[in-house]
């Protein structure tokens, strides 16, 4: 069984520019969160989607971080326009229903540095 | 709210030596408690996990932890230590006893070094 993929592994950007962020869940995983560990810092909760709607995105940092998963399959994090602080690596997680965490699959993450 | 504390940013041992990784947490509820591990290049992975049964929980690839409610922790030990255990480790907090994945709260992590 695939486990949850991230693309890409690495990403290094211009203060300014736009990027996107992809995970593939486990197929039939209706749970996704997206995650994030700035540099030095703990890693914090971003938002959760339950299919295909937003069940919570309490920890979006600001509007500049748009998060999609259309058809409750993959999802997108897009970052419009990055900021310096937005560098660190950003971890997609997905669990079947109900939301226990041991049944909680991570990604390896994406590493975005902007500069 | 809930925290969680990892006393150690990195922690050296010989490899056939035993291994402690400290971890306070603080709770306004009765939590369920973590600990996950990362590899380099790979996703976390759930060692192991306490959700208000057994306070000595066991794990996979010989790691333990006892949960000690009136010192508010939460250690992860092994007897021996082996190479294959290097890796950064974290402690992980959840509001919900019964272990959901909502409302979890993650340390700043414990790089373990094994020496030969």
């Known amino acids: 069984e695939a486990g949850v993929t991230q693309f890409p592994s690495h990403s290094v950007i211009e203060k300014g520019q736009t990027v996107t962020l992809r995970c593939d869940p486990i197929s039939g995983h209706d749970n996704l969160y997206w995650y994030r560990r700035v540099m030095g810092k703990e890693i914090k909760f971003l938002l959760h989607f339950v299919k295909e709607s937003k069940q919570d995105e309490s920890g979006m940092p600001n509007n500049r971080f748009l998060a999609e998963r259309t058809g409750g399959t993959y999802s997108t994090l897009k970052v419009q326009p990055a900021e310096l602080e937005d560098s660190g690596v950003y971890f997609c997680?997905?669990?079947?229903?109900?939301?226990?965490?041991?049944?909680?699959?991570f990604g390896s993450g994406t590493q975005l540095s902007v500069l | 709210a809930q925290s969680v504390t990892q006393l150690d940013s990195h922690v050296s041992v010989s490899e056939g030596t035993p291994v402690l990784l400290r971890c306070n947490y603080s709770s306004s509820y009765s939590p369920s408690l973590f600990w996950y591990v990362q590899h380099p290049n790979k996703g976390l992975q759930l060692l192991l996990k306490y959700t208000s049964a057994a306070t000595l929980v066991k794990g996979i690839n010989g790691f333990e932890a006892e949960f000690k409610k009136s010192e508010t922790s939460f250690h992860l030990t092994k007897p021996s230590a082996h190479m294959s255990d290097a890796a950064e480790y974290f402690c992980?907090?959840?509001?919900?006893?019964?272990?959901?994945?909502?409302?979890?709260?993650f340390g700043k992590g414990t790089h373990l070094i094994i020496q030969p």
């Open positions: 997680a997905s669990s079947p229903g109900g939301t226990i965490a041991e049944k909680l699959f």
């Open positions: 992980v907090v959840s509001e919900y006893s019964g272990g959901g994945a909502d409302g979890l709260t």
